[in-house]
């Protein structure tokens, strides 16, 4: 048995109980309160009803409308199991290694890597309209790395949740600085955000671009242009 009210009154249980407290923010996971599979299914039941009260209100005669008799229902499946699964779904496991990869079998390595263009597919918090761009990230290792893949879909978790791009960019860097203790770290977003595109202005060259650097990326003004002028020659800077 479950629904929202339950894993929320379990939350604040929690923060009444305890000093780590814990958020619910939009773009917080909150899988950690979650007990099964069934309470997901739980929130996605409720989620179907409380939209089809959205179609209702609009005036959509959903009994008739064959384009409508569904949405309801695929609506709830897409927040809860694609569009929104990060705030529900476990962080993606990741293996670290001991960073011993550099030159001649020896040593460790020291130099700056980046990888991306990472496809970044996300919400906008304030209009629930997508946010589609890319995202580079730039890794000066320490004494821990982790696999290439696993950038993408530490990407795609934080991203998969209604967000702000600014909040994502640091969420995106805090994980892979707890993962993976780098000496230098960089994130950068560029993205278009359908809430510019299709509203309001319908501005429609309306990128933003956000970056959040960390350690020796901070500190090292040659170390950062190193990286910049690198990822500035990879694909995906104007599409
Ligand atoms: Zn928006």
Redesign the pocket.
């Known amino acids: 048995m479950g629904d929202s009210k339950t894993i929320q009154n379990r939350i604040l249980k929690h923060n009444d109980t305890r000093t780590d407290v814990k958020r619910w923010n939009a773009n917080d996971t909150i899988n950690e309160f979650i007990k099964d599979e069934k309470e997901i299914q739980a929130i996605q039941d409720e989620v179907e009803g409380h939209f089809q009260g959205v179609l209702d209100a609009l005036v959509i005669d959903t009994e008739n409308d064959h384009n409508t008799n569904e949405t309801a229902k695929r609506v709830a499946k897409m927040f809860v199991r694609e569009i929104f699964a990060g705030r529900y779904e476990p962080m993606p496991r990741v293996t670290t290694f001991p960073n011993e990869g550099g030159g001649n079998g020896s040593g460790r390595y020291d130099q700056v890597y980046i990888s991306g263009p990472i496809t970044i597919r996300s919400t906008?918090?304030?209009?629930?309209?997508p946010?589609v761009g890319n995202c580079w990230i730039g890794i000066k290792p320490g004494d821990k790395v982790i696999g290439l893949s696993k950038f993408n879909r530490l990407v795609d978790w934080v991203a998969s949740r209604p967000q702000i791009q600014e909040e994502m960019t640091e969420q995106i860097a805090d994980i892979i600085e707890e993962q993976t203790d780098p000496e230098a770290l960089a994130v950068v977003i560029k993205a278009q955000?359908?809430?510019?595109t299709h509203r309001g202005v319908k501005e429609h060259e309306s990128d933003m671009t956000t970056s959040v650097m960390r350690g020796k990326f901070q500190k090292e003004v040659a170390l950062r242009n190193e990286f910049l002028s690198l990822m500035n020659n990879m694909r995906g800077h104007h599409s």
């Not at 906008?124 to 309209?129: N, T, Y």
Request: hydrophobic share 55%; proline share 0%.
């Open positions: 906008c918090a304030h209009h629930m309209m946010i955000h359908f809430c510019l």
